[in-house]
């Protein structure tokens, strides 16, 4: 019996980080159709028609964080969420990623603020997967509600108030209350 290791990534683009101790890296990464199939079943999604993106990678003052700043760009195939049709988008987006080597407390607050910069992601070793790096951008930046163009819910008649009377009586917290009143009970 052999032991399993982890998932190898769908789009891997390895760059070793002895690499940075020159200067900044820059990358452009482009996904096999191979590649942009697997994705889509990783993401549950009908097709990624094309996955590319640009990277520069540094590494500030040679310490321990580094930096990947870079721009993703897809062609993907959704579902409707209203009609279930397959729906094509274009993804082009910015993005900053921040890692670092050394090991990260995790934070003592319960909540967060939501305008604060992300903490720089834990990573080790000696290398960093820039195609998981698009990889993620990319299940970043899909949409979670996508529509086919024209696609409209139906507005559904179960428990909808119709007349202004039904308006004005599901407003009441008594409205149920008139329901349960028999012949017997005006005494």
Known sequence: MTAAGPIPPEFSRVLGLDQLELGPVERELSASDAEC???????????????SGTLTVTRPGKGPAIR???RVQAEVTQTCVVSLEPVTQHVAEDFVQRYTLEAVAEPPEVFSDPEAEEPPEPMSGDSLDLGEVLAEQLALALDPYPRAQGAALQQSSFGTPHTPEELEAAKSPFAALKDLKTPDSSR
Do not use: D, E, Y
């Not at 199939?37 to 996955?51: E, T």
């Open 68 to 70: 990947v700043a870079g």
């Open 37 to 51: 199939a697997a994705l889509a079943a990783r993401f549950g999604i009908p097709g990624v028609g094309r996955l």
